[in-house]
Nanobody, 124 residues
Framework: QVQLVESGGGLVQAGGSLRLSCAAS????????MGWFRQAPGKEREFLVA???????KYTDSAKGRFTISRDTAKNTVYLQMEILKPEDTAVYYC??????????????????WGQGTQVTVSS
């Protein structure tokens, strides 16, 4: 079983950047597909990007071009670098983990392990 803790959220002006961290304990991040999701008020939790054990990744259109997933295996941590932030990026950002097929990466219900989330607020 893996435990996940996100950090790095905060308040940033539009056009700014943030790097979110997801620190894992209990298991290696390379044992799982690690995904980033976000949930804005009143909306469904939305998949953004995932990275698998071999470093393969998959982005949604809303994340492609501005968001980058990476990991540091020595720190057992996955990152989400977010650039050119917009007010519509305001949400709680979550990392998630599970052992998944590629076809399952974008489906919230297939992830068994979740962090507590970190708030990102982008002001205009």
């Amino acid at each position: 079983q893996v435990q996940l803790v996100e950090s790095g959220g905060g308040l940033v002006q539009a056009g700014g950047s943030l790097r979110l961290s997801c620190a894992a304990s209990g298991r290696r991040v390379t044992s799982y597909t690690m995904g980033w999701f976000r949930q804005a008020p009143g909306k469904e939790r939305e998949f953004l990007v995932a990275i698998n054990w071999s470093g393969g990744n998959k982005y949604t259109d809303s994340a492609k071009g501005r968001f980058t997933i990476s990991r540091d295996t020595a720190k057992n941590t996955v990152y989400l670098q977010m650039e050119i932030l917009k007010p519509e990026d305001t949400a709680v950002y979550y990392c998630a983990a599970d052992r998944l097929f590629v076809a399952e990466w974008g489906t919230r219900e297939t992830y068994a392990y979740w962090g507590q989330g970190t708030q990102v607020t982008v002001s205009s």
